[in-house]
Structures are given as C-alpha cells and as structure tokens.
C-alpha cells in the first residue's frame, strides 16, 4: 500500500500520540508489530525528548514517528488568569488547595531549539497538530528525508496542509479523542465526522488521507479502508495497554468501554473530547472564561492533582474518543497484532 510505503511500515495502522498518557515504550510496541508508533513531545522538555528518541531506537529498529505542536503562543493575559482562578473558586475551596503561582509546565511549539535537538537524529516521521510550522522550519525538516504528517478537521485546513508541505493528512473527525486539530477555525459547527471528512477530502486532495476518529476495530479498520483511506490512527484503543501510561483514574473510567464523551475547552483552552466528569459539567463543557490554550491548564493542575491523590477523576482530563469498545488490558503489539490479522 502507498502509505506503508511512504512511511516504511508493514501495515498501515498509525498508533496516535497521545501527550500525557504514554512514552516511547507504547510506540516501540505498535512499530514493532508492523504499524507506526508515535511518540508524543508537545509537552516535553529538549533533553526529555532527545531521552524518548534514545529510548526508542535502542529497543526498535523500526519507524517511528515524532509528534509536535505547532500553536501560536498567545502573550500571558494575567487578568484572563485571575478571572479564571476566580471562576473555578469553589472547587479550589472544594479542595483545600490554592491556585498556582507561577506559569510553568506549558504546552510549547515546535521551533528552531527543537529542530536542533532531533536533526541528528533524522526521524522517519514528524507529525504536527494545530497546522503546520513556518516554512522554513518544514523545509528543513524535509531536508533530512523525515515524511511529514498533519491532521484536518475541515476540508479548508485538509488543502491548506498539502499547499503546505503535509506528505499525507489525517482526517481528524468529530468522533476522535484528545484536542481537535483546529487551526483554521475554533467553530465547533465546522466539526465533521471522520467518514464524512474522509470522503470529501479524497475529493480534493492528491497526498494521502489517513482516518481518525471512531476507529477501534478491525471492522472500523475496513471500513476506513473500503472507503478510501490510506490508512487509520487509532488513540483511544490502547490507552489500557499495558506500555501506556494512563492514569488511575482514567483507567478506571475507560474500564466500561461506554462512557460518555463530549467536547470541552476547561482543560486546556481548546476543544478536546474527553470522558465527562464533574468539572466539564459544572463549566457547560465549553466556557468562556477558559483563557487561550495553552494556559487553562494551569488553574486545573493543582485541583487534578489534589483530586487523582483520592481517587477521583472529577478535575482530569480523561481524553477518548466515542467507541471505547477496542480498549484492552493486554501489550499493544498484541492488539495491533490482532488488527492486522483481522483487517490484512
């Protein structure tokens, strides 16, 4: 298949990075039997993601793929903050805890700093999400042979990507856990599902088109595939493997395999799909007050913290995505194992 090639895998089954709740052993797992493991790097230090990389390439010797973001970080708006900490004032009080004193443990882009750091390395693959960095930044990361891959959640941002240098575009539908890829639009009404944003991209656009979203199963593999795409992500089907590094609390809430999602920008300050709990609830899932990702998330951290100490999951954000039915206590080689032999 053209995807397995332009990637340099067996089958073209792309494991999501997914920050916060996985490292390099979760990648090397899927790599290893067959699909494209991803490591997530948005939320890590330079030296923490050269470590991932080490890692990486002394179990594996197969692809494997780096992942950034690339927002614009907007200047602090202390006021914004304030209004925010004042906000979620009761569950402060609620907790005995006190909000946070300083700004630290951000989101950051990609840049020039994290270039330097991973060009020795020469990754196989580099995946954005928000878009693309400048150009400058995506020509000298082609310049080391490194496939570059970026997620769409609308057509508009799908032709953008492949203008802009994306080898191949993830169509990220409405179903798929974790932060939308938005970056031409912050409109939730522009939201598709996967199979319907899949199917009018192939319609315009020449680089291939992976599904994401909703994708759990080997049906949901062929089903993806019958339809045209060159291959799926999946993320939320192996956040009970055991490589990954979900929490407590999110384990337990994805034990069902049922539970409900809806889309909220509490966490962080944009759109993400995550299990509800008692914080989504009580903000209306999407607030106003929410200051500009990535600095929501710094109110929320010392209530999660305080909350997952007892056992409760009321201030985390439990990403997933709407069919949980694929989770699986077991290694996620074995279950890409399982999807391959299912599917291929």
């Not at 569950?91 to 300083?102: A, D, G, I, K, M």
């Not at 993830?170 to 639009?185: N, P, S, V, Y």
């Not at 291939?208 to 939320?236: D, F, R």
Request: charge should be negative; hydrophobic fraction near 40%; include cysteine.
């Amino acid at each position: 298949m053209a995807l397995c090639k332009l990637l340099g895998i067996e089958k073209p089954i792309i494991q999501a990075p997914m920050a916060g709740v996985q490292n390099w052993e979760l990648a090397v797992a899927v790599s290893e039997a067959g699909g494209l493991g991803s490591i997530p790097c948005g939320m890590l230090s330079n030296e923490q993601i050269e470590t991932e990389i080490q890692q990486f390439i002394a179990h594996s010797t197969k692809p494997y793929n780096l992942n950034f973001f690339c927002h614009t970080m907007p200047d602090i708006d202390h006021q914004a903050l304030q209004h925010w900490e004042y906000t979620l004032q009761k569950h402060f009080q609620r907790l005995s805890v006190n909000p946070p004193t300083e700004v630290a443990g951000l989101r950051v882009p990609f840049d020039n700093h994290i270039a330097d750091i991973i060009e020795p390395y020469q990754p196989p693959v580099v995946s954005f999400h928000f878009g693309l960095p400048s150009p400058t930044l995506i020509k000298r990361i082609k310049s080391w042979g490194t496939v570059i891959l970026s997620s769409a959640t609308t057509v508009e941002e799908g032709i953008w990507l492949q203008e802009n240098g994306a080898d191949a575009v993830i169509a990220q539908g409405i179903e798929a856990g974790g932060h939308r890829a938005m970056f031409m639009t912050s409109d939730p009404d522009t939201q598709r599902s996967t199979m319907t944003l899949l199917n009018d991209l192939l319609q315009v656009l020449s680089v291939p088109v992976i599904a994401a979203g909703g994708i759990a199963t080997g049906k949901n593999v062929q089903e993806a595939l019958h339809q045209g795409a060159a291959g799926v992500q999946m993320g939320t089907t192996y956040l009970l493997c055991h490589e990954a590094k979900t929490s407590k609390v999110h384990r337990k809430a994805l034990a069902s395999k049922d539970q409900p999602t809806e889309l909220t920008n509490v966490f962080s300050g944009r759109l993400a799909r995550g299990i509800k709990n008692l914080l989504m609830e009580d903000q209306g899932f999407i607030s106003s007050a929410a200051p500009p990702f990535p600095y929501a998330s710094l109110a929320i951290s010392p209530l999660r913290q305080k909350a997952e100490s007892q056992g409760s999951s009321d201030y985390s954000p439990l990403w997933a995505g709407t069919n949980q039915t694929g989770c699986q206590e077991v290694s996620a080689k074995v279950i890409t194992e399982e999807l391959c032999r299912v599917v291929f």
